[in-house]
């Protein structure tokens, strides 16, 4: 299991790198750090329940550096981690600094909802980007007011298959289709 956080200043943050792995070795074990002009990415493996969010703006507070955090889902392999996140610092590129402070993959998709297209696809729906049995399931669930009875019947499977089917989906990408928001993104991205 791999994960990783981008953390991003408006201007070089390279002088903050021992205060940042300091702060943030704190909370999640780092495997891996590479240090750029305005960016510091830091790889490490375990799940955690801190606020990155919080942590960012208390950083950002205490040193008067504008800052923000990209964090990562999970990833099975280290390979599709290092894809993943040679595409997350192109899509950064293409976000106003100040527009978030907080980003994941719900925020990448939310900022780019009217440019998608296939490599956006592939990187946030991960192994599910090409599953037609998949992308039926989330629409015909979604369609049915999020009502798993319905959406079962209407799919022909069991109700347990089909919460199966939402829970890995959500494992694999991390939108969960129970909530709102998560929803309302991947039914406009596969509809």
Same mark, same amino acid.
């Given at each position: 299991?791999?994960?990783?956080?981008?953390?991003?200043?408006?201007?070089?943050?390279?002088?903050?790198?021992?205060?940042?792995?300091?702060?943030?070795?704190?909370?999640?074990?780092?495997? /891996?750090?590479?240090?750029?002009?305005?960016?510091?990415?830091?790889?490490?493996?375990?799940?955690?329940?801190?606020?990155?969010?919080?942590?960012?703006?208390?950083?950002?507070?205490?040193?008067?550096?504008?800052l923000r955090i990209y964090v990562s889902h999970v990833f099975?392999?280290?390979?599709?981690?290092?894809? /993943?996140?040679?595409?997350?610092?192109?899509?950064?590129?293409?976000?106003?600094?100040?527009?978030?402070?907080?980003?994941?993959?719900?925020?990448?998709?939310?900022?780019?909802?009217?440019?998608?297209?296939?490599?956006?696809k592939h990187f946030i729906l991960k192994k599910y980007a090409?599953?037609?049995?998949?992308?039926?399931?989330?629409k015909v669930y979604l369609e049915s007011n999020q009502n798993?009875?319905?959406?079962?019947?209407?799919?022909?499977? /069991?109700?347990?298959?089909?919460?199966?089917?939402?829970?890995?989906? /959500?494992?694999?990408?991390?939108?969960?289709?129970?909530?709102?928001?998560?929803?309302?993104?991947?039914?406009?991205?596969?509809?």
């Amino acid at each position: 299991m791999y994960r990783y956080l981008i953390i991003e200043g408006k201007k070089s943050i390279e002088d903050q790198l021992n205060l940042l792995i300091s702060i943030f070795s704190e909370f999640i074990q780092i495997k /891996h750090t590479e240090c750029l002009d305005k960016q510091i990415i830091f790889e490490y493996e375990q799940e955690t329940d801190v606020s990155f969010l919080d942590v960012i703006l208390n950083i950002s507070a205490d040193t008067y550096h504008d800052l923000r955090i990209y964090v990562s889902h999970v990833f099975d392999q280290k390979s599709e981690m290092l894809k /993943h996140q040679a595409f997350i610092m192109s899509k950064l590129l293409l976000i106003p600094f100040n527009k978030y402070t907080y980003l994941d993959d719900k925020t990448i998709l939310k900022a780019h909802l009217d440019a998608l297209n296939d490599e956006i696809k592939h990187f946030i729906l991960k192994k599910y980007a090409n599953d037609l049995i998949m992308h039926e399931t989330i629409k015909v669930y979604l369609e049915s007011n999020q009502n798993m009875v319905i959406a079962a019947k209407k799919l022909y499977v /069991h109700r347990n298959t089909l919460i199966q089917r939402i829970d890995k989906f /959500h494992q694999v990408t991390g939108f969960d289709l129970k909530n709102f928001y998560d929803a309302f993104l991947i039914y406009h991205f596969i509809k």
